[in-house]
């Protein structure tokens, strides 16, 4: 039965992937096929991330990366149905990251950010 894959530990099928959730890497082995729909083993799901996201988790994108996938933003308070259906945001998978190293201390000063 299909519905079984959605919460099976071990196959996934792509349609039933989360928003933040992705097949990676994108060739990867096509276990058998149920109903025409490929099976992935579940090993190969990854979630994905905002850069902001990452940051927070101790990690940055690394510079020059594309992002993975882009994904429809929720809705903001007083935006337009217009402006909303434009509200992409951009998401990266683990392997396009790489672990945030902050500067250096100098003459006993943290340095901030630009903020």
């Not at 099976?8 to 933040?20: A, C, E, I, M």
């Not at 940055?60 to 509200?87: D, F, H, W």
Request: proline fraction near 7%; hydrophobic fraction near 30%.
């Amino acid at each position: 039965d299909i519905t079984d894959y959605r919460t099976h530990p071990l196959y996934v099928l792509r349609s039933h992937l989360l928003k933040f959730e992705a097949i990676y890497p994108e060739d990867s082995e096509v276990i058998d096929y149920f109903r025409g729909e490929p099976v992935y083993s579940r090993n190969c799901v990854h979630f994905l991330h905002t850069r902001e996201t990452w940051l927070k988790e101790g990690r940055i994108v690394k510079k020059g990366e594309k992002p993975y996938k882009s994904v429809k933003g929720r809705r903001k308070k007083g935006q337009t149905t217009l402006e909303a259906e434009s509200n992409m945001i951009d998401v990266f998978g683990k392997w396009q990251t790489e672990e945030y190293i902050p500067p250096p201390v100098v003459d006993g000063k943290v340095p901030r950010n630009e903020y």
